[in-house]
Nanobody, 123 residues
Framework: VQLQACGGGLVQAGGSLRLSCAAS????????MAWFRQAPGKEREFAAG????????YYADSVKGRFTISRTNAKNTVYLQMNSLKPEDTAVYYC?????????????????WGQGTLVTVSS
């Protein structure tokens, strides 16, 4: 099983980026997926999550209203649209999937992780 994240880069404050994470090796269409992020010198934290159908989404307070998580089950892919980016959004962003159908915001409850993609927001 492999999760391949891409789309990170350098952007100015106020700009936008779209991250993608494609899963291979098995389908996650019946399971929740999420994006976590880890800023320099800080612990990895939950950013956004989505249930299998895409009907329910969850966000950390710090990104609510600016980030949108979505998924295309036919492509086994989850996305994170990030708008109005701030310097404090600078982090390595990881996609994750779990083997249980219930949603979670705990990183220790996710079974599969992508390699991370770096997002740098300049002021």
């Amino acid at each position: 099983v492999q999760l391949q994240a891409c789309g990170g880069g350098l952007v100015q404050a106020g700009g936008s980026l779209r991250l993608s994470c494609a899963a291979s090796g098995r389908t996650f269409s019946n399971y929740p997926m999420a994006w976590f992020r880890q800023a320099p010198g800080k612990e990895r934290e939950f950013a956004a999550g989505i249930r299998w159908s895409g009907a329910y989404t969850y966000y950390a307070d710090s990104v609510k209203g600016r980030f949108t998580i979505s998924r295309t089950n036919a492509k086994n892919t989850v996305y994170l649209q990030m708008n109005s980016l701030k310097p404090e959004d600078t982090a390595v962003y990881y996609c994750a999937a779990r083997d249980k159908v219930t949603m979670s915001q705990r990183l220790d409850e996710y079974d599969y992780w992508g390699q991370g993609t770096l997002v740098t927001v300049s002021s």
